[in-house]
């Protein structure tokens, strides 16, 4: 049975919001394993566990940059949100999405090594991060971009963690407010059919396991059990309802709830082609000190070297 430590319980919460003892009992059965807690959590206490889990927590920024048709974004992280706000900092992610956009690196090694001097660093990008770390007293990492070539870009950046390109063709207006948007909603793609195969096998998943709990509770409580075809119509009512969500051309556009996406498109004759959201920190998890480990780890090594 794997250990269930105090750090391991304020990270679920953090995760889920649900309640410390909660988070305790789900984190037991998982035997540890945080992802499958957080699906038992999702499975006991409904969407609340879903929405909070979408929080990030590494710090960084998200920079954009677009010459002509030609544009990128960028993800740089550090380790606090003090830096995030550091001038040079801020200069070398800027400069670093400019480079992507003029020299179309292949990958983050190939971006390190372009050319560029900054603060008396230099002469690469990766010279100039290094230097900068020594400076600032910091790590700092490159850690994803994308470049755009497809022609019209619509681009919206939500202060320094959220960065949204839209490839479109017609209305500049309607792209930027379907930039706005995801921002806003984060879709996974664009349509329902182009959501991936295993968010809509987890979310199957966890709508048969809250049906099986409620048939449990039923049960127990000598009431009737719904028959197995309406549960099957209750789960798949379930995944089409999340594909609905998470989709951008289906989700209600966020300036006119009256009205889906897909169909604002349509009035203002645009077509989005794709979309590229970038949230600082996304799928990374942020270390959680467990000071008292760490006292108890300081202590155990000055025992040995006396």
């Known amino acids: 049975m794997a250990a269930i430590t105090a750090s391991m319980v304020a990270e679920l919460r953090g995760k889920t919001d649900a309640p410390m003892m909660e988070c305790k009992k789900a984190l037991t059965e998982a035997e540890g394993n945080m992802e499958k807690a957080e699906e038992l959590l999702r499975v006991k ?116 963690r959220i ?40 979310e199957r998943s966890v709508a048969a396991a809250k049906a099986a709990e409620d048939a449990a509770v039923a049960t127990a409580a000598g009431k009737p059990v719904q028959s197995a075809e309406i549960v099957a119509k209750r789960i798949e009512g379930g995944v089409q309802k999340y594909l609905k969500e998470v989709s951008l051309f289906n989700q209600a556009f966020v300036k006119n709830d009256k009205q889906t996406v897909e169909q604002m498109l349509k009035a203002a004759n645009t077509t989005v082609k794709g979309f590229t959201l970038y949230v600082v920190g996304e799928g990374i998890e942020k270390k959680v000190d467990d000071f008292a480990a760490e006292v108890a780890a300081q202590v155990a090594a000055a025992k040995q070297s006396a």
Do not use: W
């Open 163 to 202: 960065g949204v390109v839209v490839e479109f063709d017609g209305e500049e207006v309607a792209a930027k407010d379907v930039a706005m948007h995801v921002a806003a909603m984060k879709p996974v793609s664009l349509s329902a059919a182009e959501v991936p195969a295993e968010l809509v096998e987890r």
């Open 45 to 160: 206490l409904g969407s609340k566990a879903g929405k909070a889990a979408a929080r990030v927590t590494a710090e960084g920024v998200v920079t954009i940059s677009v010459e002509g048709t030609v544009g990128a974004i960028l993800e740089v992280n550090c380790e606090t949100d003090f830096v995030t706000k550091n001038d040079s900092f801020l200069a070398l992610a800027n400069a670093a999405a400019a480079l992507i956009v003029k020299n179309n690196p292949a990958d983050v090694a190939a971006l390190s090594a372009l050319a560029y001097s900054q603060d008396g660093f230099g002469p690469t990008l990766e010279d100039v991060r290094k230097g900068l770390i020594g400076k600032i007293g910091e790590n700092m990492t490159f850690r994803r971009f994308k470049r755009f070539e497809s022609g019209k870009l619509a681009t919206y950046l939500h202060g320094t």
